[in-house]
C-alpha cells in the first residue's frame, strides 16, 4: 500500500502515485510515491445528470516543483527520462483500516509554471482516465476469425459460424478464407453471419458438417450491447496487446440488441461505445481502478435498496448544501428516437402534452426497431410529468466521516431527506451520476450529481401486487 498523509484533522489520508517506469500497458506497473510533492488536487468523474452522456474522469494535480524534479529536461531528476505523456497514475484514499482508490488515469504532461515572480516553481499536472484514450484512438482492422465447425451451403450463399473467440467486424463486407475458398461476409443477424462466395475458381460444392454452429464468447450473445462495448474496447485500445486481469470483468451482458454493420473502422470508439450504452438506457464509465464499467438497464431496477441517507436526521449523513428543483430542464413528453437507418420511432403522450406543451427530446441508437419503441416508451414514462428532483448536494468532510466521504461512486444508489421548518418532509431515492473531491490542507470537499431512481414501480416475481406495482420493466 502507498505512504500516505493527512489532508487535515478528522479527514481521510491521501496517496498519489504514479508508475514512471512502466509502459502503460504494462500490468504490473511499478509503482512510485509523489504524496510530498502535491499541494491540491481534485478529481471529477460521471456526468451532470441522467440526460447527459459521461464524460472522461480528470485529475488535476498542483505538484511542487521547486527541486525540478517534474522538469522533463532535469537530467540530474529523480524521474528523468521517464517524465513523458501517458505514464498511469492513481489517487488513494485512506479513513481508518479502510483503503479505496479514487482515481486511475493517464497523465497528460508535465507542464512547468513559475508564479510569485518566479520564485515559486510547480508542475500543474492533467490526468484522464481510460475514456480519454478511446476518445483518441481509432479501430484497428479485425484480426482473422477461427473458423471451427460446419458451414451450410445454400443455393447462391452460405451461413457462416464458429466457436471461440468472436471480434467484431469493423465493418461490411469483409472477407475470410475456409479451405483456400474466399467468403464475402455481408450481413450478420443474431449469431449468423451470412457470406457469398468468392470467385477464385472454386466450385459451389457442399461443405462437410450440415448444421450450423452458434457464434458465442462465454456470457454473451455476440451482438448484445455489453459485448459490442467490450469488442470495441479490446479492438480500439488492446488490439495487439494482453489486457490487465480482470479487466472487463465489469462490463454487464447487455439486455439491447444491437445493429450489424454499424461500427467501420472511422468510428470513434468513445462515440460507438456511447452509442451502445444510450441503446440499452445503461451506464459506461472508467472505473476507480481505470477498467471498464458498464451497467445494463436493469442494474438500477433491481438494485433497490439505498446505500445510506442523506439528511439531518440522526444516523443520516449531514450535507452541506442541497438543491431541490422543480423546473421543465428534465420534462419532456414527445420523444423521438432515430436509428442508424435514418428511420424514426417515436412516444408522446397527448395528456403531458396538454398540461404542459410538448417538449421533444431526440435520441439516436444502433439497436433494433422493436428496442428502440420500448425505448422511447421508457424515456417518456419517466419524463413526461414534472417532479421534484434533488440535482445535487456538497459534503464537507469535516462533518461526513471518511469512510462513507472514500466510499462514494458512481451508480451508487441513496435517499436524500429534507425536512423544512414548516411542510412536508422531502425524501427522494437517487443514483450518483458525478463525483468531484477538490482536497486543499485542511479541506476535502466533495460534491455528487445525482438523478431520482426510476419513477416506476416495476413488477417484481412473489413481491408485486396486481395493478398497484405491476409495470413491466422492458
Not at 88 to 93: D, F, K, L
Not at 124 to 134: C, F, I, K
Not at 147 to 156: E, F, M, P, Y
Not at 248 to 274: C, M, R, W
Request: with cysteine.
Amino acid at each position: 500500500m502507498p505512504n500516505y498523509l493527512s489532508v487535515g484533522p478528522s479527514l481521510p489520508d491521501f496517496a498519489v502515485e504514479v508508475a514512471f517506469a512502466s509502459l502503460p500497458t504494462a500490468d504490473p506497473q511499478v509503482w512510485t510515491n509523489v504524496t510530498p510533492y502535491v499541494r491540491q488536487l481534485s478529481i471529477r468523474r460521471g456526468r451532470n445528470n441522467e440526460l447527459a452522456r459521461v464524460e472522461a474522469g480528470t485529475l488535476d494535480l498542483l505538484l511542487d516543483n521547486r527541486s525540478a524534479r517534474f522538469n522533463p529536461e532535469n537530467s540530474s531528476g529523480p524521474y528523468y527520462g521517464n517524465l513523458v505523456p501517458k505514464r498511469q497514475v492513481r489517487v488513494w484514499a485512506r479513513s481508518g483500516a479502510t483503503e479505496k482508490l479514487l482515481f486511475t488515469g493517464f497523465v497528460g504532461g508535465w507542464p512547468q509554471e513559475f508564479p510569485d515572480s518566479g520564485s515559486d516553481a510547480v508542475a500543474r499536472v492533467s490526468a484522464t482516465d481510460m475514456m480519454g484514450l478511446l476518445a483518441r484512438a481509432r479501430f484497428s482492422p479485425p484480426p482473422p476469425l477461427t473458423l471451427i465447425g460446419s458451414i451450410t451451403d445454400s443455393a447462391t450463399s452460405l451461413q457462416v459460424s464458429a466457436t471461440g473467440t468472436i471480434y467484431w467486424p469493423t465493418g461490411f463486407p469483409y472477407v475470410i478464407t475456409i479451405d483456400s475458398e474466399d467468403l464475402t461476409v455481408t450481413s450478420a443477424a443474431g449469431a449468423i453471419f451470412t457470406v457469398t462466395r468468392g470467385a477464385n475458381g472454386t466450385t459451389a460444392t457442399a461443405h462437410p458438417g450440415g448444421s450450423v454452429i452458434t457464434t458465442t464468447e462465454v456470457g454473451f450473445d455476440p451482438f448484445d450491447s455489453g459485448n459490442m462495448i467490450h469488442q470495441a474496447i479490446r479492438n480500439s485500445l488492446w488490439p495487439n496487446l494482453g489486457e490487465p486481469g480482470g479487466y472487463y470483468g465489469n462490463i454487464a451482458v447487455g439486455k439491447t440488441t444491437l445493429q450489424s454493420g454499424v461500427l467501420t473502422s472511422d468510428s470513434n470508439p468513445l462515440e460507438f461505445v456511447h452509442k451502445c450504452a444510450d441503446s440499452e438506457a445503461g451506464q459506461f464509465f472508467a472505473g476507480v481502478d481505470g477498467f471498464p464499467v458498464f451497467n445494463n438497464r436493469h442494474y438500477r431496477i433491481t438494485n433497490t435498496t439505498s446505500t445510506a441517507t442523506f439528511g439531518e436526521g440522526p444516523g443520516e449523513i449531514p450535507y452541506q448544501d442541497v438543491e431541490i428543483s422543480h423546473d421543465e430542464q428534465q420534462l419532456y413528453n414527445n420523444i423521438v428516437i432515430t436509428l442508424a437507418g435514418g428511420q424514426k420511432v417515436t412516444a408522446s403522450d397527448t395528456t403531458s402534452q396538454a398540461a404542459f406543451w410538448p417538449a421533444t427530446l431526440s435520441r439516436e441508437t444502433i439497436g433494433l426497431a422493436g428496442e428502440a419503441q420500448d425505448l422511447a416508451y421508457y424515456l417518456l414514462g419517466r419524463l413526461k410529468n414534472p417532479q421534484l428532483r434533488v440535482p445535487d448536494l456538497v459534503l464537507d468532510g469535516h462533518t461526513v466521516s471518511g469512510t462513507t466521504l472514500i466510499g462514494l461512486d458512481l451508480d451508487q444508489r441513496y435517499t436524500v431527506k429534507r425536512r423544512p421548518a414548516s411542510g412536508t418532509a422531502i425524501s427522494k431515492v437517487v443514483f450518483v451520476e458525478g463525483i468531484e473531491h477538490s482536497l486543499a490542507p485542511a479541506t476535502w470537499m466533495t460534491s455528487l450529481d445525482l438523478s431520482n431512481a426510476d419513477v416506476e414501480a416495476y413488477w417484481i416475481l412473489g413481491t408485486s401486487q396486481l395493478g398497484v406495482d405491476t409495470k413491466l420493466a422492458w
